[in-house]
């Protein structure tokens, strides 16, 4: 069992790194956590 499982998380995605569809499909398949909110942002 890992520390990622059964959680709910607020993901915020950068634009020029990760985006944040990216995150969630990786937590949603991998951890198998439930992703409430996912965006992804310009941080300048």
């Keep these: ?3 990622f ?3 709910k998380y607020i993901l915020i995605g950068d ?3 990760v985006p944040g569809e990216s995150l ?3 937590v949603e ?3 198998g956590s ?3 909110f ?3 942002e310009c941080f300048v």
Excluded: F, L, Q, Y
Aim: net charge neutral; hydrophobic share 50%; no cysteine.
């Design 1 to 3: 069992m890992s520390v």
């Design 5 to 7: 499982e059964n959680k």
């Design 15 to 17: 634009r020029d790194g």
């Design 24 to 26: 969630k499909a990786v």
């Design 29 to 31: 398949t991998i951890a």
């Design 34 to 36: 439930e992703v409430i």
């Design 38 to 40: 996912a965006a992804t």
